[in-house]
């Protein structure tokens, strides 16, 4: 049987490709490996059914393929190396299952795989996909496509929501927020790229403030980007209100740490019927307040109050594993202040010292009020009707947020930045947060790190060999491993 790869153009007006085969001189179809809309796609299909037509032979081999007769044929062929085609096809269909491949900009889409797959500056990109991939982007001009991406924001973060309601029931009930600081390899400042409070301890560089927001399970529905010097607090309002605004939401539950809050931003957001879970700072609240806490809180594992403040309610818990370190950090301060007060003006100022005029002395004052709050948790709210344990335990889930700003960072490499033009810094945070979403898929519904599947991809090669004579082309894709099936599977 003579099989071979048929391009044929349906009424659609894509190019299907497929795998054919002629028996009693009529045409039968073995494989039909997709549709093609572009001529790269078109190149990658056709590798793709090559491989399948390697791997499903048309009749049994007289020889397995370590024989003579196998090593005998080889010397005919020149071998031009691997590429990681499947690795590029598996994300590509993720491309796929979100939408993105409906933007109809395959640079995009290219610069968003290669970011999950092996991040790098943009030019660095278009590098790494002619090598892995056997894409070329060499005639396009990158930083004029770099400016429409920016455009696209809404459109993505609505397709990258539409992913997170069907696969992992997103409601809108809860969202997850915090802020991060992304800095850039220069010293250079202007209106957006401006130094502030650094969260990556480079303070002399400027940076932007990116506030995220992600679902309970920790897969991101939205950001925003702020200049560098823009105080935490001051980016939960705008990126909540864009959020609620662009998705039409009638109810939304907040959950955020105690940086997010103020009395503006809670009276804004009770105006927008907006509900909140914030973590509550109690080491300078009034000494009635603390007097009330001391007063009304067991000190049992697991015991809780509640009472009125001007923030909402202040829900407050005592766990005797925050107790037990919140007391050994005590003791090595108390240690500390003991020995400045012994040898004044010979160490760094401690927390537990008291100065006047020359004199310097323990806080006693400042000790005892930290001891009333020692295994004391506060946390601001204004839902009603909800258990202490439920509120507490909406607000632990913020590592969920913490853990995707960490994939953002160090899988995605979102910094440094290296661009200087806003629409570019926002193309390429763009970029990252896509990327981060399929990630985060990735993550969530196979249960792995990332990186653990794409060192499971990189496993899967294909190479390339080209016939000496005929100038014929074959690529021999390795075997793909019963852990990627299994990834593949939950995907």
Request: charged share 25%.
């Amino acid at each position: 049987m003579n099989r071979s790869v048929r391009v044929t153009k349906p009424a659609s007006g894509a190019r299907a490709v497929q795998v054919v085969e002629y028996r009693e001189r009529k045409v039968h179809i073995c494989k039909h490996v997709g549709s093609a809309h572009s001529d790269r796609e078109l190149k990658r299909l056709r590798a793709t059914a090559a491989a399948w037509m390697l791997a499903h032979p048309p009749q049994a081999q007289l020889f397995p393929t370590h024989t003579d007769a196998s090593r005998f044929l080889l010397h005919e062929y020149e071998y031009r190396g691997v590429h990681f085609a499947y690795a590029y096809e598996f994300l590509y269909r993720l491309c796929e299952r979100f939408g993105f491949c409906a933007l109809k900009d395959n640079i995009l889409i290219d610069l968003v795989i290669m970011r999950v797959f092996e991040p790098a500056s943009k030019l660095r990109s278009l590098a790494l996909l002619s090598k892995h991939f056997s894409i070329d982007h060499s005639e396009l001009t990158l930083y004029r496509h770099l400016r429409r991406f920016p455009s696209l924001k809404q459109t993505v973060e609505e397709k990258i929501v539409a992913v997170a309601k069907i696969e992992f029931g997103f409601d809108f009930s809860f969202v997850l927020y915090d802020v991060t600081t992304l800095y850039f390899e220069t010293f250079k400042s202007d209106t957006l790229r401006k130094p502030g409070f650094s969260k990556d301890n480079k303070p002399q560089q400027p940076q932007i403030v990116v506030g995220l927001m992600v679902t309970p399970q920790g897969f991101p529905v939205s950001y925003e980007v702020f200049a560098g010097n823009t105080f935490e607090g001051a980016t939960f309002l705008p990126s909540i209100l864009a959020f609620k605004t662009l998705h039409n939401i009638e109810k939304l539950t907040i959950v955020a740490d105690a940086a997010m809050l103020s009395l503006e931003n809670t009276r804004k957001l009770v105006e927008h019927h907006l509900t909140y879970i914030v973590g509550a700072r109690l080491g300078n609240i009034s000494s009635d307040l603390l007097e009330t806490i001391d007063t009304g809180l067991l000190r049992a594992d697991g015991k809780t109050m509640r009472t009125k403040t001007p923030h909402g309610t202040l829900v407050l818990g005592f766990s005797k594993k925050r107790y037990a370190k919140d007391l050994s950090d005590m003791n090595k301060q108390i240690e500390k202040a003991k020995l400045q007060v012994q040898t004044p003006g010979k160490i760094r100022r401690a927390k537990f010292v008291s100065t006047v005029g020359e004199k310097v002395s323990l806080n006693e004052a400042l000790i005892a009020e930290r001891k009333k709050l020692l295994g004391v948790k506060g946390y601001y709210t204004n839902l009603e009707g909800v258990p202490d344990a439920d509120i507490i335990a909406h607000y632990h889930s913020l590592w969920h947020v913490e853990q995707a700003i960490r994939v953002a960072k160090s899988d995605i490499v979102s910094r440094p930045i290296f661009h200087r033009k806003a629409d570019s810094i926002k193309a390429h945070m763009l970029i990252c947060v896509m990327a981060l979403a399929i990630s985060k898929y990735i993550e969530i519904k196979s249960n792995r790190s990332i990186r653990s599947v794409l060192d499971l991809c990189r496993n899967i090669t294909d190479a390339t060999l080209v016939h000496r004579a005929t100038g014929e082309s074959t690529t021999m894709r390795s075997p793909v491993s019963d852990e990627m099936i299994e990834v593949e599977r939950t995907m």
